[in-house]
């Protein structure tokens, strides 16, 4: 037949990669298992460079972040949300201008890398770094300082310091506490829902240590300490004692036993109100204190008499 030609050679079947495979040494396999997971380090390495450029170098007096914030409500850029609230609650702005920012609102920021302004994110669309190594989308929060162990409260609303597991969050206080203190703190409704009694800051928002009376009222720990200082130990809500006085009492029978009341009022008596207790009573007046025969206290006041 001419003109007709034949393929004398068969194609032949193509192998496949686990055949291939099964045909490397077992010295040539661990080659190429040890060469691709080398290739993974090393696109894992450069990942991380991008992500921690900048770490720690940026940020705002409130925070380290690699990112700022567009307002909401007024179209400005700031650092942060603190950044935002100080400037438009400052004593030189117009009352009428006064605001604090909706956090939860905030729809924009802008990469301190790159320039870039972007949507609520994480890592910055343009350049790949990471905008804060804890970002709490709800909060609208970067913070690249970890070691606050930051957390997001359902309870609160807000992202609080200190990490989870050292807090619960009390429903009736509206708040977190300590977890030393889930079975024993007097609860006061919205207790931290209101300033600071001594330097007026908003508890509920504050970024210092905010700690528990035994009233249930709460204070900046700092402020508590500097009423200790200036010998103020009563609430300055309620006026109840803010730490154990049994020893100050002690002191007060001794200096009251040596004390003796001029005649004309050694019987006089007179009404007070515990401050402690909240217990009425009649006692007999002394010019130091009067103390409440119900728990012992001298932080009473005369009510009468």
Known sequence: MEGVHFNHFVEQPQETDREKSEMLSPHSR??????????????????K????????????????????????CCNE????????????NNISVDQKQSHDIPRQKVEQVICLLCGTEQEVR???????????KYFCEACKLYDDDTSKKQYHCDGCGICRIGGHENFFHCHKCGCCYSILL???????????????????????????????????????????????????YACPLCSKSVCDMSKVWEKFDVEIAATPMPEPYQNRMVQILCNDCGKKSEVQYHVVAQKCPNCKSYNTRQTRG
């Open 122 to 132: 994480q890592t910055c669309i343009n350049c790949g770094v990471c905008m804060g």
């Open 30 to 47: 661990n080659e190429e298992t040890k060469s691709l997971i080398l290739e993974l380090e090393t696109a894992e390495s450069l990942l």
């Open 49 to 72: 460079e991008i992500l921690d450029r900048g770490l720690m170098e940026h940020g705002c007096p409130h925070y380290r972040r690699r990112c700022c914030i567009r307002a909401p």
């Open 182 to 232: 889930k079975n024993s703190h007097p609860c006061v409704e919205g207790a931290m829902h209101h300033d600071c009694p001594i330097c007026f800051e908003y508890l509920f928002e504050s970024r210092n240590d905010v700690t528990v009376l035994p009233c249930g009222h709460t204070i900046h720990q700092k402020c508590l300490e500097e009423m200790r200082e200036h010998y103020q």
């Open 77 to 88: 850029i700031f650092g942060c949300h603190h950044c935002h609230n100080e400037a438009k």
